[in-house]
């Protein structure tokens, strides 16, 4: 299984730093279609939006093929919620019938939309994401509920 998990982690480090690089040079003009209209403010905001995804993008690969065994599951998550924060752009692009990347038809751009799930899950469970969160998640509640009983001791004086 650990091999799995590591072939999944390397394709997804490769993959994200091929749509990165993607990003800054070669299709810099179809990633502009992917960035949901509500966020085009102006050609060079949406300029902007494309070349600062595709420089994180390039981080969070990197991340997956270098940090996988000291740092994976923090890689994992952030690029498992990278995922989930532009999944807004493949609605977009399916609502707005946008053609791109060899999706030219909304059945096509319907099916693009499951696979983002999918991403989400491989990000997560090559790396051991979930149960990172899952750690976070429960120190941060801790932390909370230590604040509202400190706070409340002291305010009950």
Excluded: C
Aim: overall charge positive.
């Amino acid at each position: 299984m650990k091999y799995i998990k590591a072939f999944f982690k390397v394709l997804l480090g490769l993959f994200m730093l091929f749509a990165g690089i993607s990003h800054l040079t070669v299709a810099r003009e179809e990633f502009v279609a992917q960035v949901p209209v509500w966020i085009q403010f102006t050609p060079g905001f949406t300029d902007f939006v494309v070349l600062a995804s595709g420089v994180v993008e390039v981080l969070l690969g990197l991340s997956m093929l270098i940090l996988w065994k000291e740092k994976g599951g923090w890689a994992g998550a952030a690029l498992a919620i990278f995922y989930l924060l532009i999944f807004p752009g493949n609605i977009n692009q399916y609502v707005e019938h946008i053609n791109a990347f060899g999706l030219d038809t909304d059945q096509a751009r319907l099916i693009r939309l499951f696979f983002q799930p999918v991403l989400i899950f491989l990000a997560l469970w090559s790396t051991g994401g979930w149960k990172t969160i899952k750690q976070w998640w429960a120190r941060m509640v801790i932390r909370t509920m230590r604040f509202i009983i400190t706070w409340h001791a002291g305010g009950s004086g």
